[in-house]
């Protein structure tokens, strides 16, 4: 139903991507940065940046992990961002982030991802809790959005949602 391209991989051919990943970001840029963001800086997530795409190769969206913490042995958490295209809202995006957060916990071996969003980006709050996020906390004022200080509602999911045996993480 879905693919994950990473972009530090990316063919040539692939490259075409690149603008509908600025057009997707240019329309929802409002839920995905402070005043502090630089534009586009999502390129910088980079080699941890992937286009997603349905099994026609048509572009979804792009997801990307950042801040990660652990050490040079063990990735113990990173945080998650997330945009769609609109056509791909509903079932496909559920599906895609069940199998996106599954393959981050095999292949990162993390133990939490988290996703920071504002308080008023309601579809993605009911997003992350169908795919199995929980609310941790709000974390008042903590940037300015527009002039204004603005909170962040904090989500995460931890392995154990997929796994039953934990992981030892000395």
């Known amino acids: 139903m879905c693919k994950f391209k990473r972009m530090s991989s990316l063919s040539f051919y692939d490259l075409h991507y690149i603008p509908q990943v600025i057009n997707c970001y ?26 997603v795409t349905d099994y026609s190769d048509e572009f979804m969206g792009f997801v990307f992990l950042d801040n990660f913490t652990g050490s040079r042995r063990t990735n113990f958490s990173a945080e998650i961002t997330v945009c769609f295209d609109k056509k791909a809202w509903g079932s496909f995006v559920r599906y895609s982030a069940k199998f996106f957060l599954k393959k981050c916990f095999d292949d990162f071996g993390f133990y939490k991802i988290k996703a920071l969003i504002f308080p008023d980006n309601f579809r993605v709050k009911k997003l992350l809790t ?16 527009n002039g204004k200080p603005q909170n962040i509602d904090v989500y995460s999911i ?8 934990e992981v030892n993480y000395d």
Request: hydrophobic share 30%; glycine share 6%; with cysteine.
């Open 158 to 165: 931890k392995r154990t949602y997929y796994y039953k045996d």
């Open 130 to 145: 169908q795919v199995g996020f929980e609310y941790e906390t709000t974390l008042p004022d903590e940037t300015l959005r």
């Open 26 to 51: 240019g329309k929802y840029a409002k839920y995905l940065h402070d005043d502090y963001a630089e534009n586009f800086g999502i390129f910088s997530a980079c080699p941890n940046f992937w286009v």
